[in-house]
């Protein structure tokens, strides 16, 4: 069995637990776009860089411990669940920036017809 750095499979573990958070919380039927930060985009990108550095250290081909592997396949499922999610939450960002836009639009709207009811009063 080839060694691997010794924070590796802890790192894997950490990011794993990360990632599966923050699935859970960017998925849409447990978030309302508004409670979305952009820190949570930069959060997930962190994390899958730590991966991938950890993933890059292993040597092509060799054999790694069952826990490491156990690890590496979670990683790619949070990956893969990471793809499934992104172009729906993107679809709801860009339906919350409109509805924003709108109400925006309105409020403008209202102001300026305020003031010039005002003044004809």
Same mark, same amino acid.
Request: proline residues 4%; aromatic residues 4%.
């Given at each position: #069995?080839?060694? #691997?750095?010794? =924070?590796? @499979?802890a790192?894997?573990?950490?990011?794993?637990?990360?990632?599966?958070?923050?699935l %859970?919380? /960017?998925?849409?039927e447990?978030?309302?776009? $508004?409670?979305?930060?952009? &820190? =949570?985009f !930069?959060? @997930? /990108?962190? +994390?899958?860089?730590?991966?991938? *550095?950890? %993933? *890059?250290? @292993?040597?092509?081909? !060799?054999?790694? $411990?069952?826990?490491? +592997? &156990? &690890?590496?396949?979670?990683?790619?499922?949070? %990956? +893969?669940? /990471? &793809?499934?999610l992104?172009? +729906? %939450?993107?679809?709801n960002?860009?339906?919350?920036? $409109?509805?924003?836009?709108?109400? *925006?639009?309105?409020?403008?709207?209202?102001?300026?017809?305020?003031?010039?009811? *005002?003044?004809?009063?």
């Amino acid at each position: #069995m080839i060694r #691997m750095r010794p =924070d590796t @499979l802890a790192t894997l573990c950490e990011v794993n637990g990360k990632l599966a958070s923050a699935l %859970l919380r /960017l998925s849409p039927e447990h978030t309302h776009c $508004s409670a979305i930060r952009p &820190q =949570d985009f !930069s959060d @997930l /990108l962190s +994390e899958i860089l730590r991966a991938a *550095q950890c %993933l *890059q250290c @292993l040597p092509a081909n !060799s054999e790694v $411990s069952a826990a490491l +592997e &156990q &690890q590496s396949l979670e990683y790619r499922s949070n %990956l +893969e669940r /990471l &793809q499934h999610l992104l172009p +729906e %939450l993107h679809r709801n960002l860009l339906a919350e920036k $409109s509805r924003l836009e709108n109400a *925006q639009t309105n409020l403008t709207s209202a102001a300026a017809w305020a003031r010039t009811s *005002q003044k004809t009063f």
